[in-house]
Nanobody, 129 residues
Framework: QVQLVESGGGLVQAGGSLRLSCAAS????????LGWFRQAPGKKREFVAG????????YYANSVKGRFTISRDNAKNTVNLEMNSLKPEDTAVYYC??????????????????????WGQGTQVTVSS
């Protein structure tokens, strides 16, 4: 059974930092692209960052580019999201995802499509002003 378990969410002041981690089990971790999505109250779930199985490229939403960094460790079956210079508008539930990134196909905002096979349960990030 595939499991993705996020950790590291919490409450932080604007300008602060948080590090989210996602631990995976139950499948061949290295064969999947990994990503982070987020969903704020009343809004659709949106792509935040993604990294293919090779780890040789990373993709970000324009709203987080330059502030967030995604990384993966295939030996430890983990994917992390380092979030710096946090803003109140970053407040959301953050979800880890495993699937296939398709950088050749883009949304209207320029982010790559990702076909998600597995989701984590989500972790709350709250940024106070």
């Amino acid at each position: 059974q595939v499991q993705l378990v996020e950790s590291g969410g919490g409450l932080v002041q604007a300008g602060g930092s948080l590090r989210l981690s996602c631990a995976a089990s139950g499948y061949s971790f290295s064969s999947y692209s990994l990503g982070w999505f987020r969903q704020a109250p009343g809004k659709k779930r949106e792509f935040v960052a993604g990294i293919p199985w090779s780890g040789d490229n990373t993709y970000y939403a324009n709203s987080v580019k330059g502030r967030f960094t995604i990384s993966r460790d295939n030996a430890k079956n983990t994917v992390n999201l380092e979030m710096n210079s946090l803003k109140p508008e970053d407040t959301a539930v953050y979800y880890c995802a495993a699937g296939i990134l398709d950088p050749k196909n883009r949304r209207s905002d320029g982010t790559p499509l990702m076909d998600v096979d597995y989701w984590g349960q989500g972790t709350q990030v709250t940024v106070s002003s």
